[in-house]
T-cell receptor
């Protein structure tokens, strides 16, 4: 089955700690994205990557970092600089980052809920 | 002005009725439009996409696009309690170049 997996489902962070959220896809998609969702709000883009070894900041990149060493994987690190990290984190992928229709249709993983201890 | 706007709701409809969800967007050159359904505590699930003016039907769902007026809507016929969820409108800006999401409309279908 093709799809997107995220782990862990729940993650607890202590103050001052960096934590890494995993995102893997086997859809052979070129583009991958990280979003943050707060209660009652829409999705806000953190980072996105169109190809391996390249990524761009989204609207709320401060306090986060990413890497894209493999096409299938796009891990997100929430650093200690992110002062309000409690949120639902969603990873998505699409065939391409630019284009039309199917190229930009995004599919989501199940999400990781990050809580601060 | 927000790029993609939706009425937050909740929109309450009786079982069997038609639910109408609306979305307006600011970028006149947007090319692709999507509706996602999100159940509480779950991730968004794509239910409809539309790229051309007019209507697109898929089962009980109909997406309507009017680029001149910059709005896209989703109609759900014969609404069921299982349709109760938050519906997110997403719009591609320029030629692809990421999706911008609205805050979502909460739909409640009462049996």
């Amino acid at each position: 089955d093709g799809g997107i997996t995220q782990s862990p489902k729940y993650l607890f962070r202590k103050e001052g700690q960096n934590v890494t959220l995993s995102c893997e896809q086997n859809l052979n998609h070129d583009a991958m994205y990280w979003y943050r969702q707060d209660p009652g709000q829409g999705l806000r883009l953190i980072y996105y990557s169109q190809i391996v070894n390249d990524f761009q900041k989204g609207d709320i990149a401060e306090g986060y970092s990413v890497s894209r060493e493999k096409k299938e994987s796009f891990p997100l690190t929430v650093t200690s600089a992110q002062k309000n990290p409690t949120a639902f984190y969603l990873c998505a992928s699409s065939k391409g980052e630019r284009g039309f229709g199917l190229m930009v249709t995004q599919y989501f993983g199940p999400g990781t809920r990050l809580l601060v201890l | 002005q927000k790029e993609v706007e939706q009425n937050s709701g909740p929109l309450s409809v009786p079982e069997g009725a038609i639910a109408s969800l609306n979305c307006t967007y600011s970028d006149r050159v947007s090319q692709s439009f999507f509706w996602y359904r999100q159940y509480s505590g779950k991730s968004p699930e794509l239910i409809m996409s539309i790229y051309s003016n007019g209507d697109k039907e898929d089962g009980r769902f109909t997406a309507q696009l009017n680029k001149a007026s910059q709005y896209v809507s989703l109609l759900i016929r014969d609404s069921q309690p299982s349709d109760s969820a938050t519906y997110l409108c997403a719009v591609s800006m320029e030629y692809g170049n990421k999706l911008v999401f609205g805050a979502g409309t909460i739909l409640r279908v009462k049996s």
